[in-house]
């Protein structure tokens, strides 16, 4: 399998504090690659400078094939990058229905992108419902599957999701996660999962790292660090 | 009943000067968060330019509009680019900046001309119509059919375009914007392009009513701060209606109270609405956070 992205070295931080150290990683199309670890670890941080929102200070980050390190967060959708941040970060004052549209702003003509909007809105049928009212009113649930849909707008190759869980209830998490295996097969997406919720997104991640003070310190196929007593003592509490 | 008649259209047409200003001064703060104290110059420079396109180009000041606009739309995108975005992250130096341009500006344009005062006489600029018993005047009229245009194409274009859309996403919040793949530097330059290039049009609008002098944006600014705060800041509605509201204010009590208190009459207003309604009339609670508030 080809590798979709390949993060080399990678080291980012926010003014003096350094935060990531010389993180590597890669992942082939069509995966889905779990990052999990510990409040603070670094995750969002690490996402972030994937996406260009944090300039990288040591090493590389190439996506298909290009170097993109300190490439400007706004070239990611275009070239076939789309992430979700943490919380869904939707346009509280715009509507449900422009959220989405927002989502295809780079790439396509109107009419391609109303015909995707469908597309969107018929994977989440409780977006069509709610699809005139501000995104601001919308519950916890409904706006982590509207931002998921509006990531999904641009026909990103890698989606990158951090922490889609947070907040939600069991059923709703095991929706979420299951509409992005489903988008996984239907669209050959590619999936970056940050997660705090380590037993779900090792069910749901056919490989994962785990990510501690800003280093990964182990990785490897989720099937096996399901089972790894570190793992399961550290991070699952059984 | 004339006489009352006579200030309510006075306050009304005021009140679309007012408007005028404002909706420039609101969109930038709405979308940019920076307050730019330099509006009203931007004002004083359209009305020179305009003065300049009559006496040398022969340009009617109706039609030098087509001209101002660009102008100050391309002056403004400079001042985005080369004084604004270097200061991104300080917003306490952008006031100070915009503060400084506003000397500047007053100070180059006052030793350009040396203080002379100009003013434009078109057939138009002293014509009036009547309404009832009372005579309006003629620009102030279309001063107001003016700024009722830019209002309606302004709210449609935030609310129906894709580009307005970006606009209001960058508004409410950056980050997210950049994830859409929305450049939020190129937004912020076209914001306040249109901003300044809005000033321009209101000064091109104001030449034939005013005479000019370098301090003129100084008379409208602060009605405009007023009216940003009782509409509400960010919104291009509020903006509208207060410029009203001002207007009326004003014309009120200069009539019935002293025409020594008018201003101090919106004062009044502007710290009242600062204290009962912060968000201003028009602004959505908990919006002062996330910037543009443009009404759904
Ligand atoms: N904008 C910021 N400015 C300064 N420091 C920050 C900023 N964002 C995060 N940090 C710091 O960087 C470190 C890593 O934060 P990060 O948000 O990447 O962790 P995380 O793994 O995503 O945590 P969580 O699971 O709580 O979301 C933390 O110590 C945090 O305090
Ligand atoms: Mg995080």
């Not at chain 2, 300044?196 to 600014?221: D, K, R, Y």
Request: neutral net charge; hydrophobic residues 50%.
């Amino acid at each position: 399998m080809m590798s979709l992205l390949t993060v080399e070295g990678l080291c980012a931080g926010y003014g003096e504090l350094p935060v990531l150290h010389e993180v590597s990683l890669h992942v082939a199309e069509g995966e889905i690659v779990a990052i999990v670890g510990a409040n603070g670890a670094g995750k969002s941080t690490l996402l972030s400078a994937i996406a260009g929102l944090l300039r990288p200070t040591a090493g590389r980050i190439s996506f298909r094939g290009a170097d993109i390190t300190g490439r400007a967060a706004h070239r990611g959708p275009g070239a076939g990058l789309a992430m979700v941040p943490e919380g869904g970060k939707l346009f509280p004052f715009l509507t449900v229905e422009d959220n989405l549209l927002l989502g295809g702003y780079t790439n396509e003509d109107a009419k391609a992108r109303a015909a995707r909007l469908d597309e969107a809105m018929d994977t989440f049928p409780i977006l069509r419902e709610r699809r005139g009212q501000l995104a601001g009113k919308l519950s916890g649930g409904e706006r982590q599957m509207c931002a998921v849909a509006r990531a999904m707008m641009s026909r990103p190759a890698l989606m990158m999701l951090d922490e889609p869980s947070v907040g939600l209830s069991p059923l709703m998490v095991e929706r979420i996660f299951s509409v992005v295996e489903t988008l996984v097969r239907r669209e050959k997406l590619t999936v970056l999962l940050v997660e705090q919720n380590v037993g779900e997104a090792l069910e749901l991640a056919d490989r994962a790292y785990v990510l501690d003070h800003g280093a990964i310190v182990l990785g490897g196929p989720a099937a096996e660090l399901r089972r790894d007593a570190r793992i399961r003592e550290t991070y699952m509490g059984l | 009943m004339g006489t009352l008649l006579s200030v309510l259209l006075s306050g009304l047409l005021l009140g679309g000067l007012y408007s005028l200003v404002a909706i420039g001064l609101n969109l930038i703060f709405g979308v940019i968060r920076v307050v730019n104290f330099a509006q009203g110059e931007f004002v004083m420079l359209g009305m020179y330019a305009t003065f300049v396109a009559y006496n040398l180009l022969h340009i009617d000041p109706y039609l030098a509009i087509l001209l101002v606009f660009p102008l100050l739309f391309v002056f403004g995108i400079l001042v985005q680019r080369f004084i604004l975005q270097r200061l991104q992250n300080e917003p306490m130096m952008q006031v100070f900046a915009t503060f400084g341009l506003l000397m500047l500006l007053q100070n180059l344009v006052l030793a350009v001309t040396g203080g002379a005062a100009y003013s434009i006489r078109t057939p138009l600029s002293s014509m009036a119509i009547a309404v009832g018993p009372v005579q309006v005047s003629v620009p102030r009229v279309i001063a107001l059919a003016a700024v009722t245009a830019v209002a309606l194409i302004l709210q449609w274009g935030l609310r129906n375009t894709m580009t307005g859309k970006a606009v209001r996403a960058v508004a409410q919040d950056r980050r997210a914007a950049r994830l859409m793949g929305i450049d939020v530097e190129r937004t912020y330059m076209l914001t306040f392009g249109v901003g300044a290039g809005l000033a321009g049009m209101a000064g091109a609008l104001l030449t034939p009513i005013f005479t000019l002098s370098p301090q003129i944006g100084g008379n409208f600014i602060l009605a405009a701060f007023a009216v940003v705060v009782l509409g509400g800041l960010g919104s291009v509605p509020g903006a509208y209606i207060g410029g009203f509201l001002i207007g009326m204010t004003e014309a009120l009590a200069g009539y019935y109270l002293d025409p020594s208190l008018k201003q101090a009459a919106w004062f009044a207003i502007f710290i009242i609405m600062l204290i009962v309604r912060p968000t201003g009339l028009f602004g959505l609670a908990g919006a002062e956070e996330v910037g543009l508030r443009v009404q759904e």
